[in-house]
């Protein structure tokens, strides 16, 4: 895919590039982003999203929705989006597919335009 990839679980925190257990975001045939996904109570969190293909930032909010629906949770939130200038469309696109369950803002981003 042309991108290098690594878990940094074993990584020290202020080391971290993509997070602690980063999960590659496939579309069709292209690695468009990663994730590292975690969780606080019903609420799905992207701890950090690597957008890798700014065109693909729907489909990269579609991928976090099933991922938060397939773990069961009713919610989602992104924390930190690379490149930050992406942060806002990210969370406006995560918020669409949770239209019946507002996406929680955090550290004062809103989640919705």
Do not use: C
């Amino acid at each position: 895919f042309g991108v290098e990839h690594r878990l940094e679980a074993y990584v020290p925190k202020d080391k971290r590039i993509a997070g602690y257990f980063s999960m590659p975001v496939l579309s069709g045939t292209e690695l468009v982003a990663t994730v590292d996904p975690g969780r606080e109570g019903a609420t799905f969190v992207a701890r950090h999203v690597v957008v890798l293909k700014a065109s693909a930032i729907e489909r990269i909010a579609t991928a976090i929705a099933r991922g938060a629906r397939w773990v069961g949770a009713t919610n989602a939130r992104v924390d930190r989006v690379t490149p930050p200038e992406l942060h806002q469309r990210m969370a406006a696109a995560l918020s669409a597919r949770f239209r019946d369950v507002p996406v929680e803002p955090h550290a004062g981003v809103a989640a919705s335009p």
